[in-house]
């Protein structure tokens, strides 16, 4: 497996300065399959919708104040291609009526549990009131149910050639 590549803007961003351009610059440099490790002062929320968009799910690691770590990671897909502009893989799959698109997606496939039950509501303490969490697993996640009942997020469960995607919204009114 290829090494992730390392980027840190943490000091552009301590100067005021803008790291998205490269950011973006060294998603395209990636190679097939690698990861892009950023090291950033502040949890890079809006970074994952446009990264979600090009194929890559996420998991970020707060190390201290100030310093964030995420892994962009590409989601395990039948083709290598990212989904169509504006679609999302739970929109290939299904269409909840009244359910915005997924602004978080996790590829939780390969890991032991209770690892994507703890990703899952790490990312769902990050979402927004209405946001939808798209997680892909690899066995369906019966103890993290209860939790998701008692925050009072709803639930999507599906099975799927890639294993079991759960969408979950985010309690509360959207915004």
């Given at each position: 497996m290829t090494e992730p590549l390392t980027l840190d803007v943490r000091d552009?961003?301590?100067t005021g300065g803008e790291p998205l351009p490269r950011i973006l610059q060294a998603v395209k440099a990636?190679?097939?399959g690698q990861a892009l490790r950023l090291l950033a002062t502040f949890e890079?929320?809006?970074?994952?919708a446009v990264l979600g968009r090009q194929g890559f799910g996420h998991a970020a690691t707060r190390r201290g104040e100030g310093d964030w770590e995420v892994?962009?990671?590409p989601r395990a897909t039948g083709a290598s291609q990212p989904p169509a502009k504006g679609a999302s893989p739970?929109?290939?799959v299904t269409s909840i009526t009244?359910?915005?698109?997924?602004s978080t997606y996790l590829d939780n496939r390969g890991l032991l549990p209770p690892e994507p039950m703890m990703r899952i509501l790490d990312a769902l303490e990050h979402l927004r009131a209405g946001e939808v969490l798209e997680a892909l697993n690899e066995r369906e996640p019966v103890f993290l149910y209860p939790e998701l009942h008692a925050r009072g997020a709803t639930i999507h469960?599906?099975?799927?050639g890639e294993g079991v995607r759960v969408l979950i919204r985010r309690a509360g009114a959207a915004p």
């Open positions: 552009e961003l301590r990636l190679a097939p890079p929320l809006p970074l994952y892994l962009f990671e739970a929109a290939t009244g359910w915005p698109n997924p469960t599906e099975k799927t």
